[in-house]
Nanobody
Framework: QVQLVESGGGLVQHGGSLRLSCAAS????????MGWYRQAPGKQRDVVAI???????DYADSVKGRFSISRDNAKNTVYLQMNNLKPEDTAVYYC?????????????WGQGTQVTVSS
């Protein structure tokens, strides 16, 4: 059974920092591209950051320079370090893992963790 379990969300003041973690089980973690997405109330779910199985990273323009994604394959965990948080970063943050399987894409999601940034 595949599980992605996020942790580390919470309430933080404008300008503060949080570190999200996502622990994966049931998959060969090192083969997966991992990503963080977020969804604010009434809005669609958007990508925040991704890290490939080879360690390449990419970020949404809105978080470049403030957020950093990393992974520890030995711990089957992906992290999102969020600095200089802004109220507009308030959302539910989801962890996602995906890989190509032939012509298909295999994708798994966590249950989400709430991040609230007060002004």
């Amino acid at each position: 059974q595949v599980q992605l379990v996020e942790s580390g969300g919470g309430l933080v003041q404008h300008g503060g920092s949080l570190r999200l973690s996502c622990a994966a089980s049931g998959i060969i973690f090192s083969r997966y591209t991992m990503g963080w997405y977020r969804q604010a109330p009434g809005k669609q779910r958007d990508v925040v950051a991704i890290i490939t199985n080879t360690g390449n990273t990419d970020y949404a323009d809105s978080v470049k320079g403030r957020f950093s994604i990393s992974r520890d394959n030995a711990k089957n965990t992906v992290y999102l370090q969020m600095n200089n948080l802004k109220p507009e970063d308030t959302a539910v943050y989801y962890c996602q893992g995906g890989r190509l399987a032939g012509l298909n894409t295999v994708s798994y999601w966590g249950q989400g963790t709430q991040v609230t940034v007060s002004s």
